[in-house]
């Protein structure tokens, strides 16, 4: 069975930096793309990053561009997001969710067909 589990999520200050892992088991993770998704209270869930079964691509949604790493190693099981320069609008939920296929084509929901419960991120003074 598909299993996702998020991790690595907490509190943290402004300007200040979280790596957060997605442990994926129940498929082959060469095949398949993964991407971070966010939902911050009262919004709705949001893109944040994507990538492709091997690693060769990664797509950011402009307001995280050059303060976040997507990464995978797929020998652990493990996908990695590296979140630098935190700021208080980064505060959400964050998940990660399994792309339906090798390669990342947007974050519309259809794309998707497994989803980890969630870590929380808060960037506050």
């Known amino acids: 069975q598909v299993q996702l589990v998020e991790s690595g999520g907490g509190l943290v200050q402004p300007g200040g930096s979280l790596r957060l892992s997605c442990a994926a088991s129940?498929?082959?993770?060469?095949?398949?793309?993964i991407g971070w998704f966010r939902q911050a209270p009262g919004k709705q869930r949001e893109g944040v990053s994507c990538i492709s079964g091997r690693g060769g691509s990664s797509y950011y949604r402009d307001s995280v561009k050059g303060r976040f790493t997507i990464s995978r190693d797929n020998a652990k099981n493990t996908v990695y997001l590296q979140m630098n320069s935190l700021k208080p609008e980064d505060t959400a939920v964050y998940y990660c969710?399994?792309?339906?296929?090798?390669?990342?084509?947007?974050?519309?929901?259809?794309?998707?067909?497994?989803w980890g419960q969630g870590t929380q991120v808060t960037v506050s003074s």
């Open positions: 129940g498929f082959i993770l060469d095949y398949y793309a």
């Open positions: 969710g399994k792309v339906k296929y090798t390669y990342c084509s947007g974050y519309g929901p259809h794309q998707y067909d497994y």
